[in-house]
T-cell receptor
Framework: GENVEQHPSTLSVQEGDSAVIKCTYS??????FPWYKQELGKGPQLIID?????GEKKDQRIAVTLNKTAKHFSLHITETQPEDSAVYFC???????????????FGAGTRLAVHP | GAVVSQHPSWVICKSGTSVKIECRSL??????MFWYRQFPKQSLMLMAT?????????EQGVEKDKFLINHASLTLSTLTVTSAHPEDSSFYIC?????????????FGPGTRLLVL
């Protein structure tokens, strides 16, 4: 079945530095790749997503890149701030056999700590 | 837009009792909702797909008779943990893709923390 690997599992950076999280997926049919931020005790929050017809997408300090040939995608956070500290999950979509909706397969998560 | 709520936010119950968790889409309709379970310091594991007006689809290894799902309307899905045991203690999260949006985009609720004593 579909598998998503995420690295690193923990990441510690100084405020103002950049952070990069990488994911690899196995199902070449996957065509949608969201990134979620989860703070302690809360539900995941969608922060950015990318579809397979695009190689890169940027939203202020956050960017995502996708390499479909290599089946990997990455999250880039620039000018990190202490409030960026959270667990970040990547995901890849696979089609359900009915309903037309895709289900998401999540990576294991990356715990990001931004130190002042 | 695209707000999903859950109720209750946390619940403590005795072993053997049943617990119902509600998932509501507040500003959109959702014919499909997803239920996830998350253990401490682990990732989200999909339990089942809830379909409005039809039976839910369960992931392999998830007992459908233990985790009852009812998707009675376009804005409400419920998950009932029947005869809960301590090993069912977890963080339960629902998500929904808005009908008006692309089918892939999922918005998550705030989660329900269940503790079974």
């Amino acid at each position: 079945g579909e598998n998503v690997e995420q690295h690193p599992s923990t990441l510690s950076v100084q405020e103002g530095d950049s952070a990069v999280i990488k994911c690899t997926y196995s199902d070449s049919a996957s065509n949608y790749f969201p990134w979620y931020k989860q703070e302690l005790g809360k539900g995941p929050q969608l922060i950015i997503d990318i579809r397979s017809n695009v190689g890169e997408k940027k939203d202020q300090r956050i960017a995502v890149t996708l390499n479909k040939t290599a089946k990997h995608f990455s999250l880039h956070i620039t000018e990190t701030q202490p409030e960026d500290s959270a667990v970040y999950f990547c995901a890849a979509s696979i089609s359900l056999y009915s309903g037309g909706y895709n289900k998401l397969i999540f990576g294991a998560g990356t715990r990001l700590a931004v130190h002042p | 837009g695209a707000v999903v709520s859950q109720h209750p936010s946390w619940v403590i119950c005795k072993s053997g009792t049943s617990v119902k968790i509600e998932c509501r889409s507040l500003d959109f309709q959702a014919t499909t909702m997803f239920w996830y379970r998350q253990f401490p310091k682990q990732s989200l594991m999909l339990m089942a797909t809830s379909n409005e007006g039809s039976k839910a689809t369960y992931e392999q290894g998830v007992e459908k008779d233990k985790f009852l799902i009812n998707h009675a309307s376009l804005t409400l899905s419920t998950l009932t943990v029947t005869s809960a045991h301590p090993e069912d203690s977890s963080f339960y999260i629902c998500s929904a893709p808005p009908r008006r949006a692309r089918q892939e985009t999922q918005y998550f609720g705030p989660g329900t923390r269940l503790l079974v004593l």
